[in-house]
């Protein structure tokens, strides 16, 4: 769920139809949280730091990462629990 999703998803949770706004980005993901239903999202914007040249974003199953920071401090792979780093 990303920020732009929490306008319809609110809409539609407090019985209002969020097909009716216009112009946004966002999904109502209302049937997904409350009924266990497929999100209809399938990335996300993680960050855009125009400062330090660094990005990510998240599409299906794929992570996009762009830069560093920290002086690349935690620039590694670690693991699938986070908890381990792996030097290359």
């Given at each position: 769920?990303?920020?732009?999703?929490?306008?319809?998803?609110?809409?539609?949770?407090?019985?209002?139809?969020?097909?009716t706004?216009?112009n946004?980005?966002?999904f109502d993901?209302?049937?997904?949280?409350?009924?266990?239903?497929?999100?209809a999202?399938?990335?996300i914007?993680?960050?855009?730091?125009?400062?330090?040249?660094?990005a990510?974003?998240?599409?299906?199953?794929?992570?996009?990462h762009?830069?560093?920071?920290?002086n690349?401090?935690?620039?590694?792979?670690?693991?699938?629990?986070?908890?381990?780093?792996?030097?290359?």
């Amino acid at each position: 769920m990303h920020i732009s999703d929490w306008l319809p998803t609110l809409v539609s949770a407090a019985g209002g139809n969020a097909s009716t706004i216009e112009n946004i980005d966002g999904f109502d993901l209302w049937q997904a949280l409350s009924e266990d239903q497929p999100s209809a999202r399938t990335s996300i914007l993680h960050n855009i730091d125009d400062i330090f040249g660094s990005a990510a974003i998240s599409v299906d199953k794929w992570k996009l990462h762009k830069g560093t920071n920290n002086n690349g401090a935690w620039d590694s792979w670690y693991g699938p629990s986070g908890a381990t780093a792996r030097t290359t």
